[in-house]
């Protein structure tokens, strides 16, 4: 059974930092890319980064690029998120998802099996 628990939402101000830490409780760890999505009020959910089961390939959405990265620890089993000068549409439910592959990082919601409940991030303007 995996397991994929979402850290380290909360408040910050605009302009702001935060890192969120998602830790995915599964021995095969290293076969899954991982990602993250998120979902504002309304509105579809969106991927934000994802990294590779080796981590030596990143993918960004265009919004967050510049001012997040994204990294995995394959021994500890987790993979963190931080995010630089926040804006206010950074506001979102943010999601860490599990999904197997070869090497490669898909930014489609339908590739990842294996989500967390979600932990929120709001932005103070």
């Known amino acids: 059974q995996v397991q994929v628990v979402e850290s380290g939402g909360g408040l910050v101000q605009a302009g702001g930092s935060l890192m969120l830490s998602c830790t995915v409780t599964t021995r095969a760890f290293s076969d899954y890319a991982i990602a993250w999505f998120r979902q504002a009020p309304g509105k579809e959910r969106e991927f934000v980064a994802g990294i590779s089961r080796t981590g030596t390939a990143t993918v960004y959405e265009d919004s967050v690029t510049g001012r997040s990265t994204i990294a995995r620890d394959n021994t500890k089993k987790t993979v963190s998120l931080q995010m630089n000068r926040l804006e206010a549409e950074d506001t979102a439910v943010y999601y860490c998802?599990?999904?197997?592959?070869?090497?490669?990082?898909?930014?489609?919601?339908?590739?990842?099996?294996?989500w967390g409940q979600g932990t929120q991030v709001t932005i103070s303007s």
């Open positions: 998802a599990a999904g197997l592959s070869w090497n490669s990082v898909e930014p489609k919601v339908s590739h990842y099996v294996h």
